[in-house]
């Protein structure tokens, strides 16, 4: 437990607790990653059958793949957008559990879920 909490447990504690430890676990379950975009062009597109695409320094490098390693790009990179998702929900629950146990500055009105990063 955070050694800054308030005395009092918030009531809500619990839960948040067991669902951050579900989402860490569903780190741990992950696989492979990669950034980037497959695609099949298919045999008659005049090029590479099979393509992987991705941003270096702002530019866009395409490489020529096989099939196979075109079928594991493609769950490395299906792998990888679970995981932002992942940490996304993360970094929201965080926020929450920070917004709503610790003392906040005076302000003259409420802040809202939008500007916490609550939604």
Do not use: N
């Amino acid at each position: 437990m955070l050694s800054f909490m308030q005395t009092q447990p918030h009531p809500e504690w619990a839960r948040w607790k067991v669902q951050y430890a579900h989402l860490r676990s569903r780190l741990g379950r992950t696989g492979w990653i990669s950034e980037g975009y497959v695609q099949d062009r298919g045999p008659g597109a005049g090029g590479p059958c099979y393509q992987w695409t991705r941003k270096v320094k702002g530019k866009t490098v395409s490489v020529a793949l096989s099939k196979e390693q075109y079928e594991w790009l493609r769950s490395a990179i299906a792998q990888w957008r679970e995981v932002q998702v992942t940490i996304r929900e993360m970094q929201r629950l965080s926020r929450q559990v920070l917004f709503e146990t610790l003392p906040h500055p005076p302000r003259r009105k409420r802040l809202g879920k939008r500007v916490l990063g609550l939604m």
